[in-house]
């Protein structure tokens, strides 16, 4: 069932787009798609079904979407109910709306996991054809040669075949800085595993263009306007918004 039409200006400036007056001019400007169409002044969208886009980045319409961003622990587990009966990364978010989390971290893994009840902004954040980047800090065994950074950064030979290439930064000789786009399952733990240096200790430090270093493990915040439409124009591989 469809819901109550909302007036095009108002999902731009609940998006933080600005003023009405400002909300106008990108519309007039011929910015803004609604399903695949150059918006109209005055034109209204269901929140239901809906598709806008502004400069080709997706934007989620309906007006009771929301979005976390929490600093996982290590011992949670990335998803909404676990039949064993473990910590979840749901348990510690308020329990309404629902939200879901935006791909997975690993039980031992800490760091930045999104959580939200919009399944397209999720779909453009995890599916590997849209390239968002996640950085990671990875503690690793021993002290990765020359080579075996050549290798992680060129592509890793997996039982899931070989990785996309990465970016990898040695930032102390057993600290490196591992930047991928592809959702594999474990994949950084595999890959360095893989050449020789298998992981101490893993955490996300960046999903996109989203970081944030003042959140204690376990603690949690909404995004910001700002956050949610940058993550929305990286999803669509616009850079530099």
Known sequence: MSSEPI???K???LRGFGSRRVCDDIIAAGRVKVD???ALLGQRVDPETCSVEVDGAPLGVRPDYVYFVLNKPAGVISTASDPQGRPTVVDLLPRDPRVFPVGRLDADTEGLLILTNDGGLTHHLTHPSFGVDKEYLALVDGNPSRSALRELREGVELDDGVTAPARVTAIEPNLLRIVIHEGRNRQVRRMCEAVGHPVSRLVRTRIGTLTD???APGEWRPLTLEEIRELE??????PGR
């Open 7 to 9: 007036r095009l200006q």
């Open 11 to 13: 999902v731009l400036a």
């Open 36 to 38: 695949g169409k150059v």
């Open 213 to 215: 270093t003042t959140l």
């Open 233 to 238: 124009f990286a999803s669509a591989g616009i």
